[in-house]
């Protein structure tokens, strides 16, 4: 007689995501506090960190060790002998003394996401942002470009997200029949850098707006690429693209709705001589809508913070690019959710 084993079922999965914001506000904090920058500088006991971050005694312990169980700090002894270190990934990337900080977006997360996520159901009854617009506020994107000092710190946090993107993209993308780039939305020319930096032979071009130029220019001479990447200022919207055999977008369309998705495409496609490459570097959701958890998130917010913005399948962009005329696409995973969606004129 067949027995069959019965599939155990518990509640592990749902407590652990319906509680997830505990661990995500933790998290936020320390960043917020500088606590993994603190310990960029050397191991400190419970007691020292307490003194140097104004903490009560009630809950330090649990704050710190919550941090160790999550895998961001490392201890040695318990409670009053203990003393704590960042994990290796910690001290990467959450230590803002290096330039692999990735913390930007973290520090952006709790001041700004975090209670806007609290109005997600009314956003999802409304369809409308629910960020600062939503009570007169000005737009994200108004709101840093108009101040030299949030922009700044904006790019260099998107750089950091996206550094990974951009090295693996300029090392594995084939650039043998291509002679030049333009990285539209180039920031601060991160992206333009890397190809110049592994691909000997191209010459690349990053174009964002004016007030982008003078952050890109300092990043580039300092890379010593300036006579390799030219920085050139325009608005993607109002101007014609510069001409080039590859044009890149990194994480530009899923601002915006599906009219100006089609729009940019477009420049593009009028942009490239035929054989050109349009590549589009976006956390692209699988096509059946199921395994891209965090492309999904991200849609999500590009609600909370945008007025049409979305992110897309595979399928999605190839009916966008198929309609400017480009040819079929193909996808190149880069690192974790991230691909390039490459399609040629």
């Known amino acids: 007689m067949e027995t069959t084993a019965k599939t155990k079922v518990d509640p592990s999965k749902i407590m652990q995501v319906g509680t997830g914001f505990w661990a995500s506000k933790t998290l936020l904090t320390a960043v917020n506090m500088e606590l993994f920058t603190i310990l960029g500088k050397r191991e400190l006991s419970g007691a020292e960190i307490q003194s140097r971050l104004g903490l009560h005694t009630r809950s330090l312990y649990d ?176 101007d014609d693209f510069p001409k080039a055999d590859v044009i890149t977008m990194g994480n530009i369309l899923h601002d915006w709705g599906k009219a100006d998705k089609k729009m940019l495409i477009q420049k593009a496609y009028e942009a490239l001589p035929k054989g050109g490459a349009l590549v589009v570097i976006e956390n692209i959701i699988d096509d059946n809508r199921s395994e891209n958890a965090f492309g999904l998130l991200v849609s999500l917010n590009m609600m909370i913070e945008t007025s049409e913005g979305y992110d897309f399948t595979a399928a999605d962009f190839s009916e966008l690019a198929k309609e400017a005329g480009f040819g079929q696409i193909s996808i190149m995973p880069l690192t974790g959710p991230t691909s390039a969606a490459i399609t040629i004129k």
């Open 63 to 238: 704050f710190l060790d919550v941090l160790v169980a999550l895998g961001f700090l490392k201890r040695t002894g318990l409670k009053e002998t203990s003393i704590y270190k960042n994990a290796e990934d910690t001290d990467l990337f959450l230590d803002k003394n290096k330039p692999s900080y990735v913390g930007g977006i973290l520090e952006m997360c709790d001041s700004r996401l975090y209670p806007f996520w609290g109005d997600l159901e009314e956003g999802l009854k409304t369809g409308l942002p629910q960020n600062e617009t939503k009570t007169g506020g000005k737009p994200i994107f108004e709101i840093i470009y108009a101040n030299p000092e949030k922009l700044r710190e904006f790019i260099g946090a998107m750089a950091g997200i996206q550094m990974g993107n951009f090295m693996a993209f300029a090392k594995d993308f084939d650039f043998s029949k291509y002679k030049t780039l333009c990285d539209i939305g180039g920031a601060g020319g991160f992206l333009a850098a890397q190809v110049a930096l592994n691909n000997q032979h191209i010459q690349c071009t990053s174009f964002d707006l004016p007030a982008v130029e003078p952050i890109a220019k300092e990043n580039i001479k300092n890379m010593g690429l300036d006579k390799r990447v030219n920085v050139r200022s325009g608005d993607f919207f109002t």
